[in-house]
């Protein structure tokens, strides 16, 4: 009868040899991964990952490039145009939630499918809406898919990540993000001349669903569900995994004890606010309801903004990708910065960083073209870059038996900041307010993001020195 009471760290030995593998019962999966180096599996999970984050990206940015010519003909006003915006980042609210607890009780495979499944088929749905209840409905289910899909991929990518890299597997995974807004945005900006608003939902709603097929098919598990999970089938897959990930080859022993890195008991949602997470966890929340207010302003309202400061809509389209250019570039400098210097006293450097572009430069400043596209490069960069290190802080607080409901809760809980932004923005834009107004106030809740990240209790050394897992009481 085996240990539960022991882990890998007891068989040094056994983990460096096939030949003394035998001797160990105890394997603990956190211990193997952390060890492994980058091969095949690690590059087939990060492929998929990123493939469906760049179309999730994608899919999430649409209503924005398209938003102002559908505004256009159906003679839709800002505010109502502003409620659409939000339809999706309402769903994606819900997505993230219930899609965190699927990942973490049936599995991360499963959660991304499901949530790839269902952006894919309501993206496909809006080019076919004649409504505006249709077209509010069906953006509405895409961002349950659409936010579902981001904790899972994060998640999968941190459980297979080992731990020197895990910061930088991350965000380069997250990346694909922005990048889906790059190219959708380039995209659109061809398509919508030529076939129409509709075109763009086409494109976006047909390759998440070929996509889909990689997923069931490719995507492997990730072992630490297999541990929890249990039984005969999980035990060998998880064999499997490990001996293709870690550089030794076939180590594993048959008969081996698989060990997770924290067993976590009990309610889900509450460890979150348990004794010693509530603090972090709360702080959490707070700085991703701050940024995702500010950030999907940005998002959804930019090209309406640059049609009223006189661009055709290709070149608005255009421009506005400056945005997610800059938070794709953005994303691999933090990666890089968090990974040296920590991840949450770089989250408060780029916050307060965009905090005073926003509030002190743009005021000060007179602005012209060329300078407005570059605070729009330079907006993404920092704000846009430092949600997806929000996204890699959030996965690292928490231990394996929660990360993806805690990572889902967090963007779950932040999506209520996103949907906030375009329905408050849609209210400010018929004030007709100048755009500089409207970085004063992103300036000034940056600042509290900034606040709550640097308030956060949680251990900051790079990855690459040893660190264990939260714990929890």
């Given amino acids: 009868m085996p240990d539960h009471n022991l882990s890998a760290s007891h068989y040094p030995d056994a983990l460096a040899s096939p030949d003394m593998a035998v001797t160990a019962r105890n394997v603990n999966v956190g211990e193997v991964i952390d060890q492994a180096e980058i091969g095949r599996t690690h590059l087939l999970v990060l492929s998929v990952c990123a493939l469906v984050a760049i179309l999730d990206g994608f899919d999430l940015q649409a209503i924005a490039f398209t938003g102002p010519v559908i505004a256009q003909q159906w003679k839709i006003e800002a505010t109502a145009l502003g409620v659409i915006f939000s339809a999706a980042l309402a769903g994606m609210t819900c997505g993230a939630a219930l899609t965190g607890l699927l990942g973490d009780y049936y ?3 499963v959660a991304i499918g499901v949530s790839v499944a269902i952006f894919g088929s309501f993206t496909l749905a809006t080019a076919l809406a004649d409504s505006y209840t249709q077209l509010l409905v069906y953006r509405f289910l895409t961002g349950v898919g659409v936010g579902g899909a981001i904790p899972s991929i994060t998640t999968l990518t941190a459980e297979y990540a080992p731990a020197h890299l895990r910061v930088k597997l991350i965000a380069l995974v997250s990346i694909g993000i922005p990048l889906g807004g790059v190219f959708g945005g380039l995209l659109a900006a061809q398509l919508i001349p030529r076939w129409g608003w509709e075109s763009v939902f086409y494109v976006g709603g047909v390759l998440p669903l070929l996509l889909l097929v990689v997923v069931a098919k490719m995507l492997p598990e990730s072992p630490h569900f297999l541990v929890t999970k249990g039984g005969e089938e999980a035990h060998r897959m998880i064999r499997q995994l490990l001996n293709s990930i870690h550089p030794a080859g076939h180590y594993t022993p048959r008969d081996a004890f698989f060990v997770p890195e924290t067993p976590v008991a009990g309610n889900k949602i509450g460890q979150l606010l348990g004794d010693g997470l509530a603090r972090n966890t709360l702080l959490l929340w707070l700085a991703f309801f701050i940024n995702l207010f500010a950030l999907f302003f940005l998002m959804t309202w930019l090209p309406a903004l640059l049609l009223k400061s006189g661009f055709v809509i290709s070149k608005a389209i255009n421009v506005s990708v400056l945005f997610s250019l800059g938070g794709a570039i953005g994303a691999l400098l933090l990666a890089q910065l968090m990974t040296r210097y920590g991840s949450r006293r770089m989250l408060v450097v780029f916050f307060a960083l965009a905090a ?15 300078f407005l596209m570059l605070i ?39 999506r209520i900041g996103a949907v906030s932004g375009p329905v408050i923005g849609g209210m400010l834009i018929s004030l007709q307010l100048i755009i500089q107004d409207y970085f004063l106030l992103f300036g000034l809740v940056l600042a509290i993001a900034a606040v709550a990240v640097a308030l956060m209790q949680f251990d900051d050394r790079p990855a690459t020195q040893p660190r264990s897992e939260p714990e929890l009481h």
């Fill in 376 to 414: 729009i490069f330079l907006s993404g960069f920092l704000t846009l870059s430092a949600q997806i290190g929000m996204n890699t802080l959030a996965a690292a607080l928490y231990p394996a038996g929660i990360r993806a409901t805690g990572v889902g809760w967090a963007l779950g809980l932040g």
């Fill in 356 to 370: 005073f572009l926003c509030a002190v430069v743009v005021r000060s400043v007179e602005t012209s073209a060329s």
């Fill in 107 to 109: 599995g991360r495979k």
